[in-house]
Each structure stands twice: as C-alpha cells, then as structure tokens.
C-alpha cells in the first residue's frame, strides 16, 4: 500500500507542507514590540546598483536581514496564513524578509518591517503534495532508457519502489565515482538497504518493471531524515556507487552540458538552472535565501530543512520526478544546490551543495 500511495501522490517529489504551525496563535506584540536581533540594517555597506544584481550572502546588510529572520521566525509562522519565511530581496534590490502566505492577509496584520529590515509579503497559496508528471514523449526524452554510459538529469530510482526521480551529478572520491540524487529517490526514506540496486530509467517509466538489467550502480551512503518540526535537517541527499563505463557527466542533447567541478554559494538574484527527469531545462532567479522550511513525505511524516535555497521562475522550475536535479548557475554551470522539494506552482528548493558533497566527502566529477 505504500509503494501503492508514493507512486500516485508524489513520484519521489516532495512539497513543501507547514500545515502543522498554521494552527498556532497570532502573537501581534511579539513581531511587532522591540526585537532583541543583534544585527540590523544599516546605512552603511552599500549594496550592489540595480535591483537584479547578484547579492553575495556574506554582505553585511544580508547577514543582518538574515539574524532578524532568525528571530522573528517563530512569531511569523504562528500567523494565521503564514506557511514560510526566507531572506530575500525588495523589488529596489534592498535585504528583506519574505513572508510566504497561502492566501491575502488582513492588511496590517503583518509588519511592514521588523529591526529595519522591510517585510515583503509574497501569496504563494497551499503547499500541497505533488501528483504525478502527465505523460508524453519529446525528442529527448529524460524518461527512457539511455545507452551507458547514461547521462545526468535523466530518470532514476531504487529497485525497491516503483518511482522515479532525476541523477543529479556524478561525483566522487579520488578512488571511486557515484550517482547523486536525494535520499527519497535512492535511499527511500532512509528505508532502503545499503547495497540495494539503483537503475535508470527509475521503475515509475517501466511500468513497475523491476529489470536489473537497468542497473547503474548500488546504494552507498544517505544521510538520514530526521522526520520532525524541531529537527534541523540540511540535506536530502544519497549516493549510488557505479563506474565510468555506466555513468556519464553532462546532460543529454538540450541541457546544458557537464557541470564545472566548482561549486558557489547560493546569491540573490543569480540567475540559475537545472536539467532534470520531468521538466528538463528549466532557468530561474535565486530569491530567498537561509530558508527553514517544513517538508512532507507523506507517510514518511514532516521534516524540518534549514539553510535552503529558494528559486523562482516564471514557469514551474520543478516539477513532480524532477527531485534530485543539480542547481547550477547561468551561465557558469557551477554547482549551486541539490534541488529536492517545492510546491504546486513550481517553486523550487534546494539543499545547498557544499553541504551535499562534505557529507559524502565527493566532489562533482564535471568542468575542471
């Protein structure tokens, strides 16, 4: 029956679900009163001309909006509304706080601006869980199954469920080399035996066919989900062992290519992209942030993420089976994040790739 769940309601795709704290009270005077963030915004440390420029995280003014979300985060979320927070940007290019709301709040019930940092307020809607991709074919289908050595961005799976989600990159060790992807897509929840196989295509676009002929490699390392609203979960991240003659580093023909083996820090207002298994190329904007984030899978129960990456476009960046897609920048193709849940309306979210690969002692086999 679970297999029977996963496989029609989210094809190893998470969405974000903060159902959880929107039952918690409105405290008004805790957001509005005093606040006690050590760092605020000040008239120093001039930011970069123009509101599209690419903003470095480690700039004073968002390392202060940054400590005033922090803060204010508990009070925001206990909102009536209020599924989520990050640090992003003003339409002028300043440092803000984001308020995700599912639907327009009563005017004045939120700040306008908390310790000098202003408060944008973006009516994201439900954060649902994902159904299952439409069918149909293209001229490169991400899909199917791929001559070996088979590309990045393409259909994957563990043999233990019928789903699919996308090989992210090819890393490795020194000695050895792994297909990356999240641990819903290879370790299924933390559930799935070390050494189980990993195939591609993903048994979800075999109908269920669980042919070991499609193996690529065998389920090495994951780093566990700790299915709580207090934990601190940075990464959905596992690796599957394979070898050069099975795994390649570049997308197939319309992606972009082989990643750089350098990776960059996520900054707002770059511009970025990803090749994955339902949506393949897709192009967006880094818009928030330092994001904590409530995560559901399903049965699986909720997880609280922090330190994420969120990404915009004017088109869904993601969709359900694209989980395990690798972030790069535009142009550049450096390394920016593992991408693994985001909402119905395609809104992406990221783990931050520094964080993925120290966890696995890899690094991304691409670009020198």
């Known amino acids: 029956m679970r297999n029977f769940v996963r496989r029609y309601s989210k094809l190893l795709f998470v969405s974000l679900v903060f159902g959880g704290l929107l039952a918690l009270p409105w405290v008004a005077e805790e957001v509005l009163g005093p606040g006690t963030a050590q760092a605020k915004i000040t008239e120093g440390d001039a930011l970069p001309q123009g509101a599209y420029v690419p903003l470095d995280p480690a700039h004073p003014q968002v390392r202060a909006a940054m400590a005033v979300q922090d803060q204010y985060t508990p009070s925001l979320m206990a909102a009536p509304d209020v599924v989520g927070t990050a640090t992003g940007l003003t339409a002028e290019g300043q440092p803000a706080i984001l308020v995700f709301a599912r639907r327009q709040v009563i005017p004045g019930s939120l700040p306008a601006a ?11 809607g439900e954060f649902v869980s994902m159904k299952p991709p439409a069918g149909g074919t293209t001229t490169v289908n991400p899909k199917s199954r791929f001559a070996r050595p088979v590309p990045i961005g393409v259909s994957t799976g563990n043999i ?6 996308t090989i992210g990159a090819r890393v490795k060790d020194g000695g050895n080399v792994y297909a990356l992807s999240n641990n819903h897509v290879y370790a299924l929840e933390n559930l799935a035996p070390p050494g189980s196989l990993v195939l591609q295509p993903g048994r979800y676009d075999t109908g269920c066919a669980a042919d070991t002929n499609d193996e690529i490699g065998t389920l090495a390392s994951f780093v566990s989900i700790v299915f709580s609203t207090s934990a601190s979960n940075i990464v959905d ?51 928030g942030i330092h994001a904590t984030v409530n995560v559901g899978y399903g049965s699986s129960g909720t997880a609280r993420f922090v330190e994420q990456i969120i990404v915009s476009a004017g088109k869904p960046f993601i969709k359900a089976g694209d989980s395990g897609s690798l972030l790069v920048t535009d142009p550049g193709l450096n390394p920016v994040g593992l991408l693994f849940a985001g909402t119905s309306s395609g809104t992406a979210i990221a783990n931050p790739i520094a964080a993925v690969l120290s966890s696995f002692s890899v690094t991304i086999d691409g670009q020198p």
């Open 114 to 124: 908390l310790d000098g940092v202003p408060v944008v307020v973006q009516v994201t």
């Open 237 to 287: 991240a596992a690796i599957a062992l394979s070898s050069t003659g099975q795994l390649g580093n570049a997308t197939p023909t319309g992606g972009y290519g082989t990643p750089n083996s350098t990776t960059t820090p996520a900054a707002l207002n770059a511009a970025v992209q990803k090749y994955g298994r339902t949506t393949k190329l897709t192009k967006g904007t880094i818009t």
């Open 160 to 165: 233990g469920e019928c789903s699919a989600g």
